[in-house]
């Protein structure tokens, strides 16, 4: 059977579809074993877990990105909601003195009212998905230049920095959150009626019709849980860099679709796996971390993100006619 789609495939479909999936696996562990192997500081306990502690703040942003680009739709507006966050965040903390847990429960609020209203836009109206939260992202990302620049370079007060550093068994406790949500989503996604019908729908819309699936209803969901759960992630991110940041949540949506799509998730909907867009997210900061490494300049890096984006694309539309 195909991933949760109810479509019996063949042989050889199987058999690309199942490398097509795991990939990702493959080419993160050939690239671990490469800078290993030629950079000596990079296999050490601190450089690992600097480089999942920053996973998991963008792999709040590719929680909902992923449930959507399963049913066929894309969520470019997940950078700008992720910086969102932390303005709000800051605002809340710096206006009204409010502590940082209630601050971000206020500021995803305000992300989820945000997702859910181009969510409404989206399947109300039938409008692209994508040119709907490019819009959002537009709009988002220049009110969060205004929020940002109120604050002056305000640092948050301790305690709305230091929560986001404390350890559980000496690794950070967003580690730990990121791989129990990782691990109970794919679960969710695999064993879940509810969860399995992002597929149908992602697949054909069709069946959706057949079996009396609220298509319209799921979507707006996913849209809104995907705007709250990106702000979540910049909210962590604002309290690590200490301060409300326009940089914060910047070209993530480029980062977020890459690791999607490297992580077996098609655009055109019907696949996509939680576990694997995480390591989509691992891949791209392994990567960034190896250049980094070798003193590869920063907007060389964006060419080398940018052409993997391309040829993932490139690969899926292939697989896609070819399945077809």
């Given at each position: 059977?195909?991933?949760?789609?109810?479509?019996?495939?063949?042989?050889?479909?199987?058999?690309?579809?199942?490398?097509g999936?795991?990939?990702i696996?493959?080419?993160?562990?050939?690239?671990?074993?490469?800078?290993?192997?030629?950079?000596?500081?990079?296999?050490?306990?601190?450089?690992?877990?600097?480089?999942?502690?920053?996973?998991?703040?963008?792999?709040?942003?590719?929680?909902?990105?992923?449930?959507?680009?399963?049913?066929?739709?894309?969520?470019?507006?997940?950078g700008?909601?992720?910086?969102?966050?932390?303005?709000?965040?800051?605002?809340?903390?710096f206006?009204?003195?409010?502590?940082?847990?209630?601050?971000?429960?206020?500021?995803?609020?305000?992300?989820?009212?945000?997702?859910l209203?181009?969510?409404?836009?989206?399947?109300?109206?039938r409008?692209?998905?994508?040119?709907?939260?490019?819009?959002?992202?537009?709009?988002?990302?220049?009110?969060?230049?205004?929020?940002?620049?109120?604050?002056g370079?305000?640092?948050?007060?301790?305690?709305?920095?230091?929560?986001?550093?404390?350890?559980?068994?000496?690794?950070?406790?967003?580690?730990?959150?990121?791989?129990?949500?990782?691990i109970?989503?794919?679960?969710?996604?695999?064993?879940?009626?509810?969860?399995?019908?992002?597929?149908?729908i992602?697949?054909?819309m069709?069946?959706?019709?057949?079996?009396?699936?609220?298509?319209?209803?799921?979507?707006?969901?996913?849209?809104?849980?995907?705007?709250?759960v990106?702000?979540?992630?910049?909210?962590?991110?604002?309290?690590?860099?200490?301060?409300?940041?326009?940089?914060?949540?910047?070209?993530?949506?480029?980062?977020?679709?890459?690791?999607?799509?490297?992580?077996?998730?098609?655009?055109?909907?019907?696949?996509?796996?939680?576990?694997?867009?995480?390591?989509?997210?691992?891949?791209?900061?392994?990567?960034?971390?190896?250049?980094?490494?070798?003193?590869?300049?920063?907007?060389?890096?964006?060419?080398?993100?940018?052409?993997?984006?391309?040829?993932?694309?490139?690969?899926?539309?292939r697989?896609?006619?070819?399945?077809?």
């Amino acid at each position: 059977m195909a991933e949760g789609t109810g479509r019996t495939l063949s042989t050889n479909e199987k058999k690309k579809f199942d490398f097509g999936s795991w990939i990702i696996i493959y080419i993160s562990a050939a690239l671990f074993i490469f800078l290993s192997l030629t950079r000596s500081n990079f296999f050490n306990f601190n450089n690992i877990h600097s480089i999942l502690y920053g996973v998991s703040f963008n792999f709040f942003a590719a929680i909902g990105f992923t449930l959507l680009i399963i049913m066929g739709e894309l969520d470019m507006s997940v950078g700008s909601l992720f910086g969102f966050g932390g303005a709000m965040m800051g605002y809340f903390v710096f206006t009204y003195r409010l502590p940082v847990g209630a601050a971000m429960v206020l500021a995803m609020l305000l992300a989820l009212a945000i997702g859910l209203c181009a969510g409404f836009l989206v399947v109300q109206f039938r409008l692209n998905s994508m040119m709907v939260t490019i819009g959002v992202m537009m709009a988002v990302k220049g009110f969060n230049w205004m929020m940002v620049n109120k604050f002056g370079g305000r640092q948050l007060p301790s305690e709305a920095r230091n929560f986001v550093s404390v350890d559980f068994l000496s690794i950070r406790w967003s580690i730990w959150l990121m791989l129990v949500i990782a691990i109970i989503m794919e679960i969710l996604l695999n064993k879940s009626w509810h969860f399995k019908q992002l597929y149908y729908i992602g697949h054909n819309m069709d069946t959706t019709i057949l079996y009396g699936l609220k298509a319209g209803r799921v979507k707006i969901l996913c849209f809104g849980l995907s705007a709250a759960v990106s702000a979540f992630g910049g909210c962590l991110m604002t309290a690590r860099l200490a301060r409300p940041d326009v940089t914060v949540g910047a070209n993530l949506e480029i980062s977020i679709i890459t690791a999607a799509v490297i992580g077996g998730a098609s655009i055109f909907g019907g696949r996509g796996s939680i576990v694997r867009s995480m390591l989509g997210v691992f891949f791209i900061f392994l990567l960034q971390n190896g250049m980094t490494a070798y003193n590869i300049d920063s907007y060389i890096q964006q060419i080398v993100v940018g052409t993997i984006l391309v040829a993932a694309i490139y690969l899926d539309l292939r697989f896609n006619r070819k399945k077809g």
